[in-house]
């Protein structure tokens, strides 16, 4: 079978399925958040993730002219890529050519078997963490310096914060038992288990350390019309994590008198768990928060308790790997800079915290590697001035200079 053939072949399928899904309509469960594509002519459909019935209301004219400028867009960037990926894989498949078709893929899916649980770990402690570090390995956006961050994020929970070493969950490409490899459906597990059966005084950290990206926002909860995403390794085949997604799983069901921290290193990562508040911060030290939740039919704040974001960057930014800050060994700015301060000062406030991070960023000048797929080369010509600062957003507004950070 020639490749003109199949790339013929695999060019109609997409465009006939495009053309379907451009014929269905786009909505997201009043309950969870998830995006769920309805058939034409359904008046309801269930959502896969948490069964809630949702009614299909009639199509608004503007609706449908809004969605569909941005469904083109994002379908029309999304077709060579799948064309490309699809093709070279077919062909070293029926090549006989082991490997040949997936030179930019570094998880390889098996057979569909029933997904493994999680190792059993202490199901329930007033300290419990889960720390995720991507590396794609064998993709060619790998990242040299994820495994680094959890490593030094688990031993500085256990040396100095005094989390318990089997309250601590790790999810790299490393690690050797299937449930620990850092797959969509193993962090979105791995996340679950982090907020299940959470009480008051607990102190819950979340820490990834990977890829994230924007994608267009079709439920309009975004004050800039994209979504934040993190890159699970297996991403190319089962899809990016949303920020709406990570909301719902750790933010609503915190309960009162429990906490939640996350640590997210990474791209695009300012509103990554889609908290309403969003505090900006001015080089000299001068703040005020905005209210994002406004902009959200969906309530985005926690049952009661305290939910906490420190991110890479802002929704616009870049995040990096960096050899300059730790003598030689590839860490994420953010993750490094953040223990840095939080070790060097163990009583520093929020406000502290987010300005030392910022210094240490701002005065290392060299070993800067992006830790985004598409910017590299943008890194070698613009390095001078691309900006990465450091965001806190959180469920609910306090005074950043008084209020003590604490995990």
């Known amino acids: 079978m020639c490749v003109c053939y199949i790339n013929a072949l695999l060019l109609n399928i997409i465009l006939r399925r495009a053309y379907m899904e451009a014929k269905s309509k786009r909505t997201r469960c009043s309950n969870c958040g998830t995006q769920i594509i309805v058939p034409p002519y359904a008046h309801a459909i269930q959502c896969t993730v948490c069964k809630t019935t949702v009614y299909n209301r009639p199509n608004d004219p503007l609706d449908q002219a809004h969605d569909s400028i941005r469904h083109a867009a994002s379908r029309f960037r999304n077709l060579l890529d799948k064309a490309s990926n699809n093709i070279n894989t077919m062909v070293g498949t029926m090549n006989n050519y082991p490997g040949a078709g997936s030179s930019s893929f570094g998880y390889h899916p098996q057979q569909a078997r029933p997904s493994p649980s999680l190792i059993p770990i202490s199901s329930h402690g007033k300290k419990r963490a889960v720390l995720c570090g991507v590396s ?21 929970l256990i040396q100095k914060v005094g989390f318990p070493s089997d309250s601590i969950l790790v999810l790299t490409e490393e690690e050797s038992h299937p449930s620990r490899i850092p797959t969509k459906n193993n962090i979105r597990k791995a996340l679950q288990w982090l907020v299940q059966g959470s009480q008051s005084g607990d102190s819950l950290v979340f820490h990834y350390s990977g890829h994230g990206s924007q994608t267009l926002d079709f439920n309009r909860d975004e004050i800039d019309g994209y979504d934040e995403t993190l890159w699970p390794v297996d991403h190319q085949r089962e899809g990016t994590i949303l920020d709406d997604e990570i909301n719902a799983t750790i933010v609503r069901p915190l309960p009162r008198g429990a906490k939640l921290h996350a640590i997210i290193d ?142």
């Open 136 to 156: 794609y390995y064998g993709q060619r956006y790998k990242l040299n310096g994820t495994v680094n961050d959890v490593n030094c994020m688990k031993y500085f």
């Open 266 to 407: 990474s791209c695009h990562s300012g509103t990554i768990l889609d908290l309403p508040f969003v505090c900006r911060m001015n080089r000299n030290g001068y703040y005020t928060w905005e209210d994002h939740g406004r902009q959200s039919a969906i309530y985005k704040g926690t049952n009661g308790g305290l939910a906490v974001s420190l991110s890479a960057c802002d929704d616009h930014q870049v995040s990096v790997d960096t050899t300059a800050l730790s003598g030689g060994t590839a860490t994420g700015a953010m993750t490094y800079s953040f223990i840095q301060a939080a070790q060097n000062e163990p009583r520093l406030t929020y406000g502290r915290l987010l300005n030392v991070m910022r210094q240490t960023i701002r005065d290392s000048k060299t070993g800067f590697l992006t830790n985004g797929p598409i910017t590299s080369l943008l890194n070698k010509v613009l390095h001078p001035k691309l900006r990465q600062e450091p965001q806190l957003s959180s469920s609910e507004i306090f005074e950043i200079y008084t209020k003590q950070f604490v995990l």
